[in-house]
Structure formats: C-alpha cells, structure tokens
C-alpha cells in the first residue's frame, strides 16, 4: 500500500498583486472562492502551466480569475518504483495506466472539487472539442483533466467514474497535457473579466456558427496588395454586410458542415 497524497501542486493566488508573473505563484494557494478550478491528472506535472502562463491566460491567473492543480500520477503509483501502468490484457504493444492508480488520483481530485466540475479524459476517441463545449465548460465551477499516456487508460475506470472522453481532433497524440492545455486555454478566455473587449468573442470564429471574415491592418498596400476598400469607407452597414458575406463564403467553402449546419438552423 503506497501513500496516497492529500492534494497535488496548487498554481493560482490567493490576493490580487499586480508585480507577480504566473510562475511566482507555484505552490500551495488556498482556493479561491470564486475562481474557475483547473484540476490536471497527469505524469507531467512539469509540462504545466506551459503557454497557459503567457499572455491572457497567464494575466487571468495571476488576477485570480482561474486557479491550476496538477496531481501528479506517478505518487499514486504502486510500489517502490511507483508503478502506474502494466501490459494489454489480451496481449498486443505498449502499456496502459492501471485502473486502481487512476482511481487513487481521481479520488484526491474530485475530493478538492467543488460546485459543478466535469471529469474529462483527453482521448482520441472522444467528442470533438467545439466552441459549443467549450462555453459549457466556461459556464461550470471548474473542470477535472485527465491525461492519458501509453496506449491510454483502462475502460473499467471510464465506466465506473461516468468520464467524458473529448479529442482535441482527429489524430493521436503522444499524451493527453496538450489537448488539456488548449481545453483550458479556451475555455479560459470565455471566463467574465478574462477578454479586455468582451465583444471580441462576439463576432469570433464559431460565434454565430460561421467562420469568421478576413482580418486585415496597416499598412494600407502591402506587397501590392490592398485593404478591401469597403473597409476603409467607413460605411458601418457596409462594413457589417461585407464581413458577413465573406464569413458565409468562407465558412460554405472550407467547411461545408458547419454551412449545413447553420442553414439547417434558419428553416424551420
Ligand atoms: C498514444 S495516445 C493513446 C492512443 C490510443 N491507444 C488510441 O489508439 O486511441 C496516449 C494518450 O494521448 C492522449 N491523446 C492522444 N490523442 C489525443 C487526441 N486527439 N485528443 C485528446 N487526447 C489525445 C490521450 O490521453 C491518450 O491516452
């Protein structure tokens, strides 16, 4: 019978102090009433905050809005190598993570869990991620990762804890932290207070279930080409009518299942 550890590493603040990087604030930090709770299972503790400590995320961390605990798997492991994972029932290549030790660390995690907090498993052979999700998870107390390794987790632990299982795409990863990473990074930016212009989220990508139109900036003519000029007529309701006659092109284009989608919306 191996230790099991009472809390993993807490990153996240417990007062607002603007001269503190994300970095400054590793270690243990009592929760914050309001903050969204990140939880992350993974045996790479190490790989977190990774780029959630840049830029918005990072500022949002150190200002309270969200708050980090990663359990480290390999502490819940069994024996004196710590061993978390053992061969394919059935035969065949690679490991998988035991169920007895992921139960040991989702254990610890949904003990610290509080208000409405989904348990996720990053997975290959999940939902895709979509916006649609991701507001979900925004509008939610927090949220309990798990990242698998190897050839992933043992099913009993799937079924017996009810885990959601949600792919960053279709393609394999060599684990589950930078799936969780681009989870948090999204959902992150849809908390209240994270965006400075609120209405950046509003006209996005996926906003309204298109693509969204093309950007451009100074300056005017670059490498001989133009700025469309309707976007420097100043015109709004021009403006506003073009953007969405090319966020309809684009999106009927490039992806003809969200155009299909979106035209399925307006009958009725
Ligand atoms: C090498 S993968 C395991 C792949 C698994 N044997 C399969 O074929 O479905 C190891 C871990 O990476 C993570 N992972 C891989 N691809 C992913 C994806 N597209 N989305 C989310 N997580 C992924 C999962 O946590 C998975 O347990």
Same mark, same amino acid.
């Given at each position: 019978?191996?230790?099991?550890?009472?809390?993993?590493?807490?990153?996240?603040?417990?007062?607002?102090?603007?001269?503190?990087?994300?970095?400054?604030?590793?270690?243990?930090?009592?929760?914050?009433?309001?903050?969204?709770?990140?939880?992350?299972?993974?045996?790479?503790?190490?790989?977190?905050?990774?780029?959630?400590?840049?830029?918005?995320?990072?500022? +949002?961390?150190?200002?309270?809005?969200?708050?980090?605990?990663?359990?480290?798997?390999?502490?819940?492991?069994?024996?004196?190598?710590?061993?978390?994972?053992?061969?394919?029932?059935?035969?065949?290549?690679?490991?998988?993570?035991?169920?007895?030790?992921?139960?040991?660390?989702?254990?610890? +995690?949904?003990?610290?869990?509080?208000?409405?907090?989904?348990?996720?498993?990053?997975?290959?052979?999940?939902?895709?991620?979509?916006?649609?999700?991701?507001?979900?998870?925004?509008?939610?107390?927090?949220?309990?990762?798990?990242?698998?390794?190897?050839?992933?987790?043992?099913?009993?632990?799937?079924?017996?804890?009810?885990?959601?299982?949600?792919?960053?795409?279709?393609?394999?990863?060599?684990?589950?932290?930078?799936?969780?990473?681009?989870?948090?990074?999204?959902?992150?930016?849809?908390?209240?207070?994270?965006?400075?212009?609120?209405?950046?989220?509003?006209?996005?990508?996926?906003?309204?279930?298109?693509?969204?139109?093309?950007?451009?900036?100074?300056? +005017?003519?670059?490498?001989?080409?133009?700025?469309?000029?309707?976007?420097?007529?100043?015109?709004?309701?021009?403006?506003?009518?073009?953007?969405?006659?090319? +966020?309809?092109?684009?999106?009927?284009?490039?992806?003809?299942?969200?155009?299909?989608?979106?035209?399925?919306?307006?009958?009725?």
């Amino acid at each position: 019978m191996t230790d099991t550890p009472l809390s993993g590493r807490s990153i996240g603040r417990k007062s607002i102090k603007a001269s503190l990087k994300p970095r400054d604030l590793m270690g243990e930090t009592p929760e914050l009433a309001r903050a969204f709770q990140a939880q992350v299972i993974t045996l790479f503790p190490g790989a977190f905050l990774g780029v959630l400590g840049e830029s918005l995320t990072g500022k +949002a961390l150190n200002e309270g809005l969200w708050q980090l605990k990663t359990y480290d798997l390999r502490e819940f492991g069994e024996g004196r190598h710590r061993n978390v994972d053992d061969t394919p029932a059935g035969g065949g290549a690679g490991m998988v993570l035991r169920p007895d030790v992921l139960e040991k660390a989702i254990i610890a +995690a949904r003990s610290e869990a509080r208000g409405v907090m989904p348990l996720i498993y990053l997975s290959p052979r999940g939902k895709p991620m979509d916006q649609p999700m991701i507001r979900r998870l925004a509008a939610c107390d927090g949220v309990t990762l798990l990242c698998g390794r190897f050839e992933g987790v043992d099913q009993r632990v799937l079924d017996h804890f009810g885990i959601e299982e949600v792919s960053l795409g279709d393609f394999v990863l060599t684990g589950g932290e930078i799936a969780a990473q681009a989870l948090l990074d999204a959902t992150i930016r849809l908390l209240p207070g994270v965006l400075g212009n609120a209405a950046s989220t509003e006209e996005e990508s996926f906003s309204a279930g298109l693509l969204e139109h093309p950007q451009y900036t100074r300056p +005017a003519v670059w490498q001989g080409r133009e700025i469309p000029p309707v976007l420097m007529s100043g015109h709004h309701a021009e403006i506003g009518k073009w953007r969405k006659a090319q +966020a309809e092109k684009i999106t009927k284009e490039r992806r003809p299942d969200l155009w299909a989608a979106h035209e399925a919306r307006k009958t009725p």
